[in-house]
């Protein structure tokens, strides 16, 4: 081609005049310009459509008026061709209106008849401005080729991300690459398990799609070429240079051209996208090359990233099972249950044709739970061989050691009855086991078993397998242990029971003998302190001072000991359910002033102060009258007794569902050690041979027995040197009187 730029190029040029004189003219400018060329002559229409038609020319140089024809029409001939030409006008005058046209045409220039002297410059100018053009016309086709193949790239990388899931991300692919590229087939293949290549995806636009799946169309005569990272393109396959085993497969195929490129992770060979055109050869340009190594480049990570996802979705999805089975495990304690939950889990999630779980039970092997996928996989429940078989049918198990065992062709076993058995009955072509360890003692193995094609389980299976073996190891270790707890809180049941019925026994026999001690011992006590009585009063006549000391000792010694055998008869009555309440509404005021008025001399002689102090909202109780004045006398002379100097005051109040007599003294205290024993029967504070302070130890045990009764309770806070506080309460809405505090059971405490 003529270089713009130097004057030195040869240029070849068409010239179109019905004078050949002139074109000599013409040539003679240029050579005298130092502008070398060649032409050739045309003087009419025919002519020069023919010479257009079969020679490449630099440039054209028309007269604008031929004989038949105009320049104008020349140029329109040449566009309606696309011809990309440069036209140059040679004319005597051109009217204004004849050259407006010949612009909006787009002729390259013009030059006046009588200017041909310029006719260097001008050609050199329209030259110039052509190639421009061109060169423009050239940048904008690149641009909108590229912007078209960004746009391709852009929509379907945006299809890829639009999901994470391999199957939709590669069909998306191939769909938009067959409508992008406009092929007959576009589809994508991709290593198995045994890493051979097939096609799994092909265009929903391919008419033999679902004949295309499975077959490997191609690739395995390229196998070398695409592990390297280099695309294979052929054009046309009769002209390109195949073997023959090659061109009748693509012959057969309807292939005429095709395109592969490989698939990579990392350094990791995939597939192939492969593209077909079967209506006609077709060169592969620059630009289809760039688009598909953009979208090979592009699948390979979407690729990456589904896997990933699916990946994650798998651990998910384990995860998932051990958590729901760990859940359903942990909900039952049986046994039976547990397995027969493991082996349905495990086989629903594996998808498998049966699991099973079998035990070591007096050396011998033995099937103890099974699931099956369908009634038509055979059962292996009832299996059972004896372990020196097993272990010799399966070195590489060692089922005493932490292993596991995972093998899809069973052909290299040793041979024994008892494994050749197993395997014709269950028809097991493959399997899965791991042992399954109880607290390091080995209990037996869960298997899981395919009975129609090979399969080959992963390391990420056997890893689940075993994590299923651990839950189901510590089910059923607690299974066993509820079921040995169960036994030893039977066994201690029935200790506890007998020891409850001798306790009883005893229990009932206390009573009893108190019961009839006390009738015993009141029935003496009464005739001597009648008798004391009579001596007293001097019906048998007068009585010296010293006489009359010992008779109020005799008295006094008799009430106390009268005291002690009613407090032991309440007490009998009260363990033995004899004991009924009278309840009734009871006037606050009343009680507590008839409690006092019992305590009011023996406070007086102390020279203590004694307070009574009830509530404005406080008018009445319900109780039975004898044993609540029991229950405040007691507290109140326990108060009395209990107080060197200071005060003693009755306090009384309410909220909404109880009401509370408070006993609060300045006396001694009672120390923090003491306040939890303080109302066992018998228990004193003051204890020894040397004590200071009398009394049986019988009167709080007794008021809190009666205050239970009643539905309520008697509570302390004391301090030691600063006094205590015994509060009673009892419940104001009588429906919750019925043991709203359980009664404590103290009967057999020594």
Not at 260 to 282: K, M
Not at 420 to 439: M, T
Not at 550 to 558: F, R, W
């Amino acid at each position: 081609m003529f270089n713009i730029y130097s004057t030195s190029s040869t240029i070849h040029l068409l010239i179109v005049h019905p004078q050949k004189a002139q074109a000599k003219l013409i040539v003679k400018y240029l050579k005298m310009a130092n502008q070398s060329c060649t032409y050739d002559f045309a003087k009419n229409l025919n002519d020069c459509q023919k010479l257009l038609n079969t020679v490449q020319y630099d440039a054209v140089l028309s007269a604008y008026k031929m004989p038949g024809f105009t320049g104008l029409e020349l140029w329109n001939w040449k566009q309606e061709k696309r011809l990309e030409i440069p036209l140059i006008l040679i004319a005597e005058r051109l009217e204004a209106q004849t050259a407006v046209d010949c612009i909006k045409a787009g002729i390259s220039d013009y030059i006046e008849q009588d200017r041909l002297f310029d006719i260097p410059e001008v050609l050199q100018r329209s030259l110039v401005e052509f190639a421009l053009r061109r060169q423009e016309k050239m940048a904008i086709a690149q641009m909108r080729a590229s912007a078209q193949r960004e746009a391709i790239i852009n929509q379907i990388v945006h299809a890829m991300h639009g999901t994470l899931v391999l199957d939709e991300v590669l069909q998306v692919t191939v769909d938009l690459l067959h409508q992008a590229l406009d092929v007959s087939r576009c589809m994508v293949s991709l290593l198995d398990g045994n890493r051979s290549l097939e096609v799994l995806y092909a265009s929903q636009f391919t008419t033999d799609r679902s004949q295309l799946i499975g077959k490997s169309c191609l690739y395995q005569f390229y196998q070398a070429t695409l592990r390297q990272g280099n695309p294979v393109l052929v054009s046309d396959i009769e002209q390109a240079d195949l073997p023959l085993d090659l061109l009748s497969m693509a012959r057969n195929q309807q292939v005429r051209a095709f395109f592969i490129v490989p698939l990579f992770n990392q350094d990791d060979y995939l597939g192939n996208i492969c593209l077909h055109q079967c209506d006609r050869p077709r060169e592969w340009t620059a630009d289809d090359l760039i688009l598909m190594n953009t979208i090979s480049d592009q699948c390979e990570i979407a690729i990456k990233q589904a896997k990933l996802f699916e990946k994650i979705q798998e651990q998910a999805q384990r995860e998932q099972l051990l958590n729901e089975m760990i859940r359903e495990l942990n909900s039952q304690l049986e046994p039976n249950y547990i397995l027969s939950k493991i082996v349905e889990h495990t086989g629903e999630f594996f998808q498998v044709d049966r699991v099973v779980i079998f035990s070591i039970q007096n050396q011998q092997v033995k099937v103890v739970e099974e699931w099956k996928a369908t009634a038509e996989v055979p059962s292996l429940v009832g299996f059972q061989a004896p372990l020196s078989e097993w272990s010799a049918a399966v070195p590489e198990l060692e089922l005493q050691g932490h292993c596991f065992f995972a093998e899809s062709n069973l052909d290299y076993l040793s041979n024994s009855d008892s494994w050749e058995r197993q395997l014709a009955q269950g028809k097991i072509v493959s399997l899965l086991r791991v042992p399954i360890y109880i607290r390091d003692r080995f209990f037996g193995a869960i298997s899981l078993h395919i009975t129609k094609e090979h399969r080959n389980f992963d390391a990420e299976e056997t890893h689940l397998l075993e994590r299923i073996a651990d839950q189901a190891a510590i089910a059923l270790y607690n299974a066993q242990s509820y079921e040995r707890l169960e036994q030893l809180v039977k066994e201690r049941t029935r200790e506890l029971e007998q020891e409850k019925i001798l306790s009883e026994a005893a229990n009932r026999t206390k009573t009893e003998f108190l019961n009839n001690m006390s009738h015993e011992l009141r029935t003496p006590l009464t005739g001597i302190l009648g008798f004391s009585n009579v001596l007293a009063q001097e019906f048998v006549g007068p009585l010296t001072e010293k006489q009359q000391q010992y008779l109020a000792s005799i008295s006094e010694c008799g009430e106390h000991l009268l005291n002690l055998i009613n407090d032991l008869l309440d007490l009998s009555k009260i363990e033995a359910n004899e004991e009924d309440l009278a309840r009734q509404t009871l006037l606050v005021e009343e009680i507590c002033q008839s409690c006092l008025s019992l305590v009011t001399e023996r406070a007086k002689n102390k020279g203590l102060e004694l307070h009574n102090e009830i509530a404005a909202d406080v008018s009445f109780c319900v109780g039975d009258p004898r044993r609540i004045k029991q229950i405040l006398f007691n507290l109140l002379s326990n108060a009395i007794k209990f107080t060197p100097v200071g005060s003693v005051t009755l306090k009384v109040w309410q909220d909404d569902s109880r009401i509370y007599f408070a006993t609060i003294d300045t006396g001694i205290g009672i120390p923090e050690t003491e306040q939890a024993l303080i109302f066992q029967p018998f228990h004193q504070l003051d204890r020894g041979l040397s004590r200071k302070y009398e009394g049986t130890g019988l009167g709080l045990a007794l008021s809190q027995k009666l205050a239970q009764m009643h539905g309520g309770d008697i509570t302390l806070e004391s301090e030691v040197d600063r006094g205590s506080c015994f509060t009673l309460w009892l419940p104001l809405n009588q429906e919750q009187v019925q043991l709203e505090c359980p009664i404590q059971d103290w009967q057999n405490t020594e």
